[in-house]
């Protein structure tokens, strides 16, 4: 088994950045492609940002310009940079990897952290 831990998420004014983090517990697990989804309140998780293997990434249409993911392949760490803070951005966010874990193709999820963008 394979657990993601988020950190980074807080309170923040509008205009403001984070940096979220999303550490994979083993360096067994192969990754493949990382992703960062949120879940507001009363609104289904919706995909942020991807970022596979080979370092591309791609954004949904709310964050581009605003939000950078990134990736540490030595530290199996993705990070999730957010500037020009919304209080539309205000939710869970959750980290996703998937890839191969004992010659099985398996997909894992944190437990989030709380983004609360607000003045």
């Known amino acids: 088994q394979v657990q993601l831990v988020e950190s980074g998420g807080g309170l923040v004014q509008p205009g403001g950045s984070l940096r979220l983090s999303c550490a994979a517990s083993t360096s067994s697990f192969n990754i493949n492609v990382m992703r960062w989804y949120r879940q507001a309140p009363g609104k289904e998780r919706e995909l942020v940002a991807t970022?596979?293997?080979?370092?591309?990434?791609n954004y949904a249409d709310s964050v581009k310009g605003r939000f950078t993911i990134s990736r540490d392949n030595g530290k199996d760490t993705v990070y999730l940079q957010m500037n020009s803070l919304k209080a539309e951005d205000t939710a869970v966010y959750y980290c996703n990897a998937e890839g191969l874990l004992s010659l099985r193709y398996r997909e894992f999820w944190g437990r989030g952290t709380l983004v609360t963008v607000s003045s």
């Open positions: 970022i596979i293997i080979s370092g591309a990434t």
